[in-house]
């Protein structure tokens, strides 16, 4: 953990503003704009990049999957720039419960990834190096975002931790806790065998 420098109202104050900022339902509001329906009625039901490429269109997901990464990195960014790095790992964590929990969507949101390597790259940006790499190495050989996810989740901390980011350990513990819980019905699947492959419909 970060030496502790800010007052209770000032972590306060930048949890609700990141809050606010990681609940923006981008992937919503995208296929909207394109067009592209309900998303919340569109495969998985999912908001995130994943379940709009379930549309067939590649453009909605990958512009989803830029501006919730951007919502963790502007943050973070934010909240480092103009607080410190204490409260910037509170509002890393307040962003990725925005997406979440959006209270805009009655409080059912994504599952974070995104957003997820939006705060790791403003935290400590080799640890959002290392989490991308995994993501990508195993959804190519997988085929299934939600592994790669877990896999990327678990290797933050561990690399935060074997690397000397011991400031940021215990944020992306929780982080990778948070991905997990968000992901409990694809863990059932995945053991199950029935975890659907990257851009299939259903």
């Not at 919503?28 to 919340?40: K, N, Q, S, Y």
């Not at 980011?165 to 997990?180: D, M, P, S």
């Amino acid at each position: 953990m970060p030496d502790i420098l800010n007052t209770v109202p000032t972590f306060g104050l930048w949890a609700i503003i990141a809050y606010l900022i990681g609940s923006i339902p981008s992937g919503v509001i995208i296929a909207r704009i394109m067009g592209l329906g309900d998303l919340r009625a569109i495969g998985s039901g999912n908001i995130g990049a994943t379940n709009v490429l379930r549309t067939g269109s590649k453009k909605a997901a990958a512009s989803t999957l830029v501006l919730d990464a951007g919502k963790g990195l502007a943050a973070v960014l934010l909240a480092l720039a103009l607080a410190g790095p204490d409260v910037a790992q509170v509002a890393g964590f307040a962003a990725m419960i925005g997406h979440c929990f959006p209270v805009w969507l009655r409080f059912r949101g994504g599952k974070g990834v995104a957003t997820f390597f939006g705060v790791l790259f403003g935290i400590a940006w080799p640890l959002g190096l290392v989490a991308a790499v995994t993501w990508i190495v195993a959804a190519a050989v997988f085929r299934m975002s939600s592994f790669a996810a877990l896999l990327a989740s678990v290797a933050a901390p561990v690399f935060a931790l074997v690397a000397g980011f011991g400031e940021v350990v215990v944020l992306t513990i929780c982080l990778c806790l948070l991905i997990v819980v968000r992901h409990r019905a694809n863990i059932e699947r995945l053991i199950a065998g029935t975890e659907s492959k990257i851009g299939s419909k259903g």
